[in-house]
């Protein structure tokens, strides 16, 4: 039914097939167009979303309006907006696909069950999470230390599957730099 | 023995008196000096560290050399470099003293220990977790999103109680700005 969430659960977990099984049948297919929006700021984030297909961002909105990409998550990604699903509050940030995309979607009711019945499914879990909070302090030390050169450089090295991927302005919003400057680093590489 | 720290277990945790005196059994208390260091960047993180007194931060260091300060840590919080604790890894970050400080260490081997023998423990780490991935995702966005202005109060509203506490060139490399547009934005604020 799910091949390449079947795959990665094999991949990257201890699960067995009937567990497996147990996860996929919990969750609900959905196809998301380009543009459309998963969650909206404001919103309460009542699904914990897996990527099997396509391409989605995460972005926070600032007082004037601009938007400001936190996390991309291309497909065999899971993404949330962890602090309102966990305690189902109005969520800070939106989500949105940036390319037509299939997701598989769990209630959260489901989930905490599916988490305390399956202790490897809790493991993979809590792998996940550390390697959010690892990866975020990373992120965040770049976006406050390199110059926006450096920024880029690392961006290209980090993701260089999603560089062609992404529209320019949502890779300046994302290593927050104005798109000029983006571009100006571009052009430089280009004519080294 | 540490009324400090069974205060705060008590006002952040069901733990019962018999939990909270074998988690501070295992702990090693630890007097720091202002500007010494308890992890430096390239050795591994061997203990969680708890804050009963004082003032630290953690900080990693850009290829020019220059510190970028990712948290403050003050009495009654936790800190640690969370990758090279989980993984026995050279750490990226270096956590120093700001004030003369005492803490509480306890070693990897007890304190997991602890955690899978005490599920009260388990509760409050997982929370304090949550929290740490949450105000980290709300840091990223002011990062990426805020002028150098709204940075500034935004820091000052958050964290009104350190700001005496800390020298100015460290707000100023927590924030991602220079020492010389901090004062600038302190100072228009004295003359507003």
Redesign the interface.
């Known amino acids: 039914m799910l091949p390449e969430f079947e795959t990665y659960l094999r991949s990257h977990s201890d699960l067995t097939e009937t567990d497996m099984q147990r996860i996929t049948g919990c969750a609900t297919l959905r196809h998301v167009h380009r543009n459309e929006r998963l969650l909206q700021e404001g919103q309460i984030c009542r699904h914990k979303i897996f990527i099997l297909k396509g391409l989605l961002r995460t972005f ?1 909105t ?2 004037d309006g ?1 938007e ?1 990409i ?1 996390h991309f998550a291309p497909e065999l990604n899971w993404t949330l907006d ?2 309102s699903y ?1 305690r189902q509050i109005p969520a ?2 939106t989500i949105a696909a940036i390319e037509n995309s299939d997701v598989l979607l769990w209630g959260k009711t489901d989930f905490d069950f599916l988490l305390t019945d399956i202790p490897a499914l809790k493991a993979l879990a809590q792998k996940l ?2 390697t ?3 990866s ?6 770049t ?4 110059s926006p050169q ?1 920024k880029y450089e690392d961006f290209f090295r980090s993701f260089p599957d999603l560089v062609p991927r992404l529209p320019l302005h949502m890779i300046a ?1 994302y290593l ?1 730099m104005s798109l000029k400057t983006l571009t100006r680093i571009r052009h430089g590489q280009l004519h080294r």
């Open positions: 926070g600032s007082t601009n400001h936190l962890a602090e966990d800070r940030f999470i550390s959010t909070i690892y975020s302090r990373q992120r965040l030390l976006t406050l230390s390199g450096e919003s927050g």
